[in-house]
């Protein structure tokens, strides 16, 4: 993994007071919007997962920091930009305007607060074609075996969330696949983590989807997600 961002001369100001993960895999059509509504002050991570589509590069010319993560899954991005993040609080956003960054701010102010330890968007369909029916029925499925395993009544495990990055880092997060945001509730859970849920308007995604805009993604998906719920509880972090 390395890192590069667009300036580093002297004098700069310190670190940011919250990091924005933005795991990228071809995104150069959506990078703009995203990009223009990290809240100010914020400090926008992207994470490139492999692009061939110049989405690095216009990710340095918008003012991001790009950290580059060779190998392939959702998770392995994500654990990129954790570990790359330097701020109090770090925040998870896809990078396909799907999700728009400024609904993060309720989230942050909770964490800072000290009301939740993480907090999740609960995504609302925005138009047609925002959420697949498949994709709909996965997470669903998904989210009643948590209950199930955890005791958590959440609605959805979707990718917008924030936490403080010391307690994250804790958790020792292990898949680098799709089962990461699962598994980051259910250590959560499992250490005694306050865990909420927020509205946040979900919006067709720009381009297609390498998760689960087929049937085949969804099912790879709950596969990886199922294996997370198969673990053993851990011992509180």
Not at 76 to 91: K, R, S
Not at 116 to 137: E, N, S
């Amino acid at each position: 993994m390395t890192t590069s961002s667009p300036s580093s001369a002297a004098g700069e100001p310190g670190p940011a007071p919250v990091d924005v993960v933005l795991p990228c895999l071809d995104e150069v059509e959506a990078l703009p919007w995203v990009l223009e509504r990290v809240p100010p002050g914020w400090r926008a991570l992207v994470v490139d997962n492999g692009s061939t589509d110049g989405s690095a590069d216009l990710a340095r010319r918008l003012g991001a920091t790009v950290v580059r993560e060779e190998r392939r899954g959702f998770g392995a991005a994500c654990a990129a930009g954790l570990t790359a993040a330097t701020a109090d609080v770090v925040c998870f956003c896809d990078c396909d305007a799907s999700l728009d960054p400024r609904d993060l701010i309720p989230f942050v102010d909770r964490v800072r607060a000290g009301q939740a330890d993480l907090v999740l968007g609960r995504r609302r369909p925005q138009g047609r074609g925002a959420w697949p029916a498949h994709a709909r029925a996965g997470n669903l499925a998904l989210a009643r075996l948590l209950r199930r395993r955890t005791g958590l009544r959440l609605h959805d495990l979707g990718p917008l969330r924030a936490a403080r990055r010391e307690p994250l880092l804790a958790l020792g997060l292990t898949d680098r696949r799709s089962g990461y945001p699962l598994q980051m509730v259910v250590r959560a859970a499992d250490a005694g983590w306050r865990i909420d849920e927020y509205d946040v308007p979900y919006r067709p995604r720009s381009g297609a989807s390498k998760v689960t805009g087929t049937w085949r993604g969804t099912w790879q998906a709950v596969r990886d997600m199922s294996r997370v719920l198969a673990e053993r509880e851990v011992s509180s972090v």
